[in-house]
């Protein structure tokens, strides 16, 4: 059969086009859904963060329900994400989202066992994409500036180690091996740190050194603080007193020094990442329209709210605990905003098929 000439050519179906192009790190909304819920239930509101978890839940089975469609139609635009410096990173959202919704079940429902069974799927899907991830980053070739080439994505390396290590501390107690899964998390925890150390040392010299245009900013450098205040949370979980916590004995002064340093550097970020972004949309008058990114700037808000509750909790500095209060109230605000964007990106996207449809 004769192929059409291009000005006949059918036109494409927008939902198997939107499938083949969906972006890997949407598994954000999951992070920053389930960790807003957990900075309010530790502020008392078991009804807010009740509600987020049951959104929370649907929208994990959905987003993989999305990831498995595009692998089975789409697998070459999958692998192309995967093996690419600039999205490659935002698959390990996957591995976080995980454990957020893990934590989710052992802190408010009355399923914790579940949280289990999601830590090792975390667990297997690290091994699996970190490995592969870092291997196509490693082998393949042309490999692009380090300024078109590593943005703040990168650092969800970090935020995926350190989430099996703050899941990993909760779900330890059910496992019959407790100490060695307390002690695979303290692992995770040093790994995280080491990462982000290698990591920023990058972020920073494209930052200081290399040209940096507004739309360059994008809200993953939010993860800039983001990775610090999970490396934090994980510092303080693993600080926690708990029935196997003598394993990890020899290793808490090393623990406490290092995750007051991660609470401070997280901090120094704040207002550097909020005049970044006054630049960004102030002066250099780039439109605030929605972007499924955005979710990587509500995820570390709420981070930095749990953080530095179980921070304050376990060191003992109730004078901190102002902070998690005000930074729950932002993170709550910036998901709502980011939602509203995100139902009215599905309104237009359904309107457009409709009329789509309409004139086919």
């Not at 949280?115 to 393949?140: E, H, I, P, R, S």
């Not at 207002?271 to 570390?300: A, C, E, M, N």
């Amino acid at each position: 059969m004769e192929a059409l000439p291009p000005t006949q050519m059918a036109p494409a179906d927008p939902t198997a086009t939107w499938i083949k192009n969906f972006p890997p790190g949407y598994f954000a909304l999951v992070m920053a859904t389930g960790i807003v819920s957990l900075a309010w239930h530790f502020q008392g509101f078991p009804s807010i963060a009740k509600v987020l978890f049951w959104f929370n839940l649907p929208a994990y089975v959905l987003l993989w329900a999305l990831t498995l469609i595009r692998f089975c139609k789409f697998r070459a635009a999958m692998i192309d994400d995967l093996t690419s410096h600039a999205r490659g990173a935002t698959f390990l959202t996957q591995i976080a989202a995980t454990c957020v919704l893990g934590k989710q079940f052992v802190l408010l429902t009355t399923f914790p066992a579940v949280g289990k069974w999601l830590w090792l799927l975390a667990l297997l899907l690290w091994l699996v994409l970190l490995y592969a991830f870092f291997t196509a980053m490693t082998v393949l070739e042309p490999k692009p500036k380090i300024e078109h080439g590593i943005n703040g994505a990168w650092l969800l390396v970090v935020v995926a180690t350190e989430s099996l290590c703050t899941l990993g501390t909760m779900v330890a107690p059910s496992f019959v091996r407790s100490d060695l899964v307390l002690f695979l998390s303290l692992v995770a925890y040093v790994l995280g740190a080491m990462f982000y150390i290698i990591l920023i040392t990058l972020i920073l010299y494209r930052w200081f050194f290399r040209s940096m245009e507004a739309n360059v900013l994008t809200p993953p450098y939010w993860i800039n603080m983001g990775a610090l205040a999970i490396t934090t949370l994980a510092g303080g979980r693993l600080l926690t007193p708990s029935p196997a916590a003598f394993i990890l004995e020899p290793f808490k002064p090393f623990v406490t020094g290092f995750t007051i340093f991660f609470w401070a550097t997280a901090t120094w970020w704040i207002p550097l990442l909020i005049i970044v972004g006054i630049w960004r949309h102030g002066f250099q008058k780039l439109p605030l329209t929605y972007d499924p990114q955005y979710w990587s700037l509500v995820f570390p808000l709420g981070m930095y709210s749990v953080a530095t509750f179980v921070f304050a909790e376990v060191l003992k500095l109730p004078f901190l605990h102002v902070i998690p209060l005000v930074f729950a109230i932002a993170a709550l605000v910036a998901w709502a905003i980011t939602f509203v964007g995100l139902i009215r990106q599905i309104g237009a996207f359904v309107n457009a098929n409709r009329r789509s449809g309409s004139a086919c």
